[in-house]
């Protein structure tokens, strides 16, 4: 049980290649649906493997490294290929590029403060960001897949926004509370 959160964390990274095939293999509505069931599992994952760390008390330095890192590849593939196949376009490419330079800018710091034996805990508004994150890249990979009933895009829109805003508010709190360690 012990490993299971790790191996959990390993299998996010590892579904993004069937991810990415699926999304350019598949066509028509099934590529749609296919590649966000495949996200939600990972998102799915991401909070089991989370869950079981904390409750079984087996973090691990791989788990902390890695989970992340899964985060971010997983977020950054996804984005890449809505933005490729022009499920997202126009003015709301900014929203996915504040994400990934926040996501980038944050790797960073952490690692330049890992050096330094200093760690910066997750807020509770990242979190949420990170929500905002995942209901937004699903709804856009169901995109306009989805039941006549269920605005698939204009939820993932409306969520990529929020996201953004919530991602440059969490990154300068990042950022502030890094920059105290840099002087």
């Known amino acids: 049980m012990k490993s299971l959160p790790n191996i959990l964390t390993l299998s ?45 008390g087996s973090t691990s330095k791989l788990g902390q490294f890695m989970d992340p890192v899964a985060d971010k590849l997983m977020i950054g593939a996804t984005i890449i290929m809505l933005v490729a196949f022009e499920r997202v376009t126009g003015v709301h490419i900014i929203a996915v590029m504040i994400i990934l330079l926040r996501e980038i800018m944050v790797s960073g710091l952490r690692e330049f403060l890992a050096e330094l034996s200093v760690s910066i805990p997750v807020t509770k508004l990242a979190k949420w960001k990170t929500t905002f994150q995942m209901v937004a890249l699903g709804a856009l990979l169901i995109g306009h897949a989805a039941p006549n009933w269920l605005p698939a895009y204009e939820i993932g829109i409306y969520s990529l926004w929020l996201a953004a805003i919530l991602t440059i508010y969490t990154g300068y709190d990042y950022l502030k509370a890094g920059l105290k360690h840099m002087n």
Not at 12 to 31: E, W
Not at 40 to 47: K, N, P, Q, R, W
């Open 12 to 56: 996010r990274v590892l579904i993004i290649p069937a991810l990415v095939a699926v999304f350019y293999l598949v066509d028509g509505d099934m590529s749609y649906w296919l590649t966000f069931t495949i996200f939600a599992l990972a998102g799915i994952t991401d909070f089991f493997d989370g869950y079981l760390a904390r409750t079984y």
